[in-house]
């Protein structure tokens, strides 16, 4: 995960300053020193990392602080509000333009997730009830247009190409005029990248940039690059001035430099941050959430967002219902288990909530496990799903067969099953003697 080591690091500087109860101005240094040294091993830039020791010194050092009663409490909540500044003041989404064709220009360097985030932020777009188009100009990288086409397949958003035969800047004028006649409202341009910045690509996108006036240019950047993303993002801001930043690949195990590190130096906001190869892995960015990831304290609205996103809110009250009455069956616990499929990946949920990703640091979900349960439920019939009790040796070998996993697997998953559901019926019952207040009320 991102940051884990940095949080990690955080966590326990913490703790400590957290166990003393009172603070001198010795202690708030010597923590500081701690902090600045896991910054820089997380590779954020130096002169930020100057910058925010001496911006959290200030005000951490105080009378206020050090004479409260929870000086450790008030230090992490300057660290906190201090990264947080580091990292942009609000949430900065896509602007639109109020009339006529929003085009939205990508530019990065090759390898950095242009196409792939092209077709991400497509996506987001048409969830804003928008209409789309995606323009192949990368004509230089090979099966770069094909790319573009199969994701702008997979996210049913439309694809214009014109081969890789033509300029990249008339590809993007037939593209915006593509539009204009079919009703597409933005336009998003994914751009050729090179290895390495070169003065012909840059050229090359100054031209498409000058010639189409985009409302938003965005540069993608790969966060796994560490202290190189914040010098490309400096040198794209520079040579053709960019209005956000995408940094990508945050899923990774990335120290987290480059997210700390590149609003301070280049002055303009990170908008999105890629958590995943899937088409849906993109999220905006919120300085706030990202902190509050980075010290530990989990990211409840993001998940609050996900869910909202993937659940059906219907299914969740009919399913809330089920709970309550302790009519849950197997159906019902493979719906459960797509819903929360749809969420994304497991660890990064687990991640979200507060103190859990302590807990389970070295805790690696096995995505696959979800798929082994899925397969012995449906390999038993609808019958034995909705009356588990059905379930003798012999139906349960004859399931164990059928989704190829061994009987004392299919064993375990009903034991569960029926442990759960013993659980929800002392709930309910506790509930109901409380006249049905608690958590379902
Ligand atoms: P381009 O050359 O900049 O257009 O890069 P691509 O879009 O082809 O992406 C390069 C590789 O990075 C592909 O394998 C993508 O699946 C992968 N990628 C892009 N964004 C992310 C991300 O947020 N997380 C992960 N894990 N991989 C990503």
Known sequence: MAFESLSDKLQNIFSGLKKKGKLSEKDVKTALREVKLALLEADVNFKVVKTFIKNVQERATGHEVLESLTPGQQVIKIVNEELVKLMGDSNNELTYNKEGITV??????????????????????????????????????????????????????????????????????????????????????????????????????????????????????????????????????????????????LDGDTRGGAAISVRFVTDKPIKFVGMGEKLTDLEPFHPDRMASRILGMGDVLTLIEKAQDSIDEKQALEMEKKLRNAEFTFDDFLEQMQQVKKMGNINQLMDMIPGMGQQLKNVDIDENEIYKVEAIILSMTKEERANPALLNTSRKKRIALGSGRPLQDVNKLVKQYEQSKKMMKQFSGMMKGKGKKGMFK
Request: proline share 3%; net charge negative; hydrophobic share 40%.
């Open 104 to 249: 939205v220009m990508m530019v990065g360097l090759q390898g950095a997730g242009k196409t792939t985030t092209s077709a991400k932020i497509s996506g987001l777009i048409k969830k804003k009830g928008k209409k789309p188009l995606l323009v192949a100009c990368d004509i230089y990288r090979p099966a770069a247009i094909k790319q573009l086409q199969i994701v702008g397949e997979q996210i049913d958003v439309p694809v214009f190409t014109m081969g890789d035969n033509h300029k990249p800047v008339n590809i993007a004028k037939a593209g915006l005029e593509y539009a204009t006649k079919n009703g597409n409202d933005v336009v998003i341009i994914d751009t050729a990248g090179r290895l390495h910045i070169d003065e012909t690509m840059m050229d090359e996108l100054v031209e498409i940039k000058d010639s189409l006036n985009p409302q938003e240019t965005l540069l993608v950047v790969d966060a796994m690059t560490g202290q190189d993303a914040v010098t490309v993002a400096e040198t794209f801001n520079n040579q053709i001035g960019v209005d956000g930043v995408i940094l990508t690949k």
